[in-house]
């Protein structure tokens, strides 16, 4: 489950997909030389969602263990630390930096 997975966010309506598929191909450090571009993403999309989603992701944060990672005003810098964070523990040499439950595919 991805991140936004765990927070109980599910993807839809948005170019996530591909963008976690952009990220993927940057990998760790070329997702933080593309920080601003992709916290203004989550922003978006965040934008996008209603209050329902807001408490569900609030809820899934709290259940998750995320709730002090983030913060509730601008949580989209809290997500990309975590979904870094997250990478590097999966594979030091080559992590992806995945926010939501979008499979990396090859072309």
Do not use: H, I
């Amino acid at each position: 489950m991805g991140l936004l997975g765990s927070l109980g966010l599910k993807p839809g309506g948005c170019a996530c997909k591909s963008k976690a598929r952009m990220m993927d191909e940057w990998g760790v450090e070329g997702t933080e030389r593309n920080r601003e571009m992709v916290v203004d993403w989550l922003r978006e999309e965040q934008g996008k969602r209603g209050w329902l989603e807001y408490f569900r992701a609030a809820a899934g944060a709290v259940r998750g263990g995320l709730v002090l990672a983030l913060n509730p005003l601008d949580p989209a810098p809290g997500l990309l630390d975590e979904a870094l964070r997250r990478a590097r523990r999966q594979s030091p040499t080559t992590s992806k930096a995945a926010v939501t439950d979008a499979p990396a595919t090859t072309t």
